[in-house]
């Protein structure tokens, strides 16, 4: 199994065609964020085998706004559309925000939004020849983000890559088994619905064995991002400015690179944090905190 990780794609121009590296694996998920337009009347995102046109479609999302909101998946095959599935109480209002996660298991394609789960559509089409990704229609796409199958394995396994921990207190843990500075890390968090009146801020630490290399907090009450280090219980000066580019009620994404912590938020740089702690190679454990929701995490 191939660990490389696909670039995401950030505020594509629609309608968009792009190619999904190696083809889809079982375990993989996509995360894609946007909002529908005020007056859209459908709009839809495909996973085909091929770009050209005509090119069979293994999964078809369409939602659509003629009369009762619903939204039709089906599968397109040589040259003919199978059998609609059809899902009422449809989770896309126009002009909303949303952030839909495909997960490819052995039997199907599971579907969530916002969080929770909406559907699951079972393969018509082999999803190893699914190789590009498509969006159309009434919409904004602010990211889609690739979230490679995520190993886990004990942590005294000498040969783990990744290993996820889900804790009852609401945090996250990624721990990085790998001895070389990570180049570049990328998460995807969405707010929890019924928590967005209540989002106080959250926080995204690297952390090594002495410290916290990188503290970075929005604090949606002083409607700031905190950048912040920490070295033997001991915090540093804080650094304030830059703006703040989260909103309640937004998902987003974030991308970390190693290079002086540049923070890249939708695919716009918000924040670039200089080094205090340099021992990148030592940076073993990526935490989150807070009011949010981690919906997919790619080192």
């Excluded at 998946?73 to 126009?94: H, I, L």
């Excluded at 796409?141 to 396994?157: A, G, L, W």
């Excluded at 106080?200 to 970075?216: C, M, P, T």
């Amino acid at each position: 199994m191939s660990f490389n990780q696909q670039s995401p794609f950030y505020n594509p121009r629609i309608p968009f065609t792009g190619s999904i590296h190696g083809g889809l694996q079982e375990g993989q998920s996509i995360s894609i964020s946007g909002r529908v337009l005020p007056r859209a009347d459908r709009f839809h995102v495909n996973l085909q085998c091929g770009s050209r046109a005509g090119a069979d479609i293994a999964l078809h999302i369409n939602p659509r706004y003629e009369g009762q909101l619903y939204v039709v998946n089906n599968t397109f095959q040589y040259g003919s559309w199978g059998a609609e599935e059809r899902k009422y109480n449809s989770p896309f209002p126009a002009g909303s925000p949303f952030s839909l996660l495909i997960t490819v298991s052995r039997d199907s394609y599971q579907l969530n939004v916002n969080g929770i789960h909406f559907a699951d559509y079972r393969h018509r089409l082999p999803f190893q020849q699914v190789d590009t990704i498509s969006v159309a229609g009434k919409v904004e796409i602010s990211s889609i983000v690739f979230q490679n199958p995520v190993v886990r394995k004990h942590h005294n396994t000498a040969n783990s890559i990744l290993s996820l921990v889900h804790y009852n207190d609401g945090c996250n843990y990624i721990n990085c088994k790998k001895k070389h500075s990570m180049e570049f890390v990328v998460f995807h968090v969405l707010y929890i619905s019924s928590q967005v009146t209540k989002i106080k801020e959250f926080h995204v630490n690297l952390s090594h064995q002495s410290g916290i290399a990188l503290h970075y907090n929005p604090r949606f009450n002083e409607s700031t991002v905190v950048r912040n280090s920490k070295t033997w219980d001991q915090w540093g000066p804080e650094e304030r400015g830059g703006g703040m580019p989260f909103q309640r009620g937004q998902p987003f994404t974030v991308c970390l690179t190693s290079h002086s912590f540049r923070l890249v938020v939708n695919g716009m740089q918000a924040h670039n944090y200089k080094h205090r702690f340099t021992q990148l190679q030592n940076i073993t454990t990526l935490e989150i905190e807070g009011d949010v929701s981690l919906t997919s995490v790619n080192v």
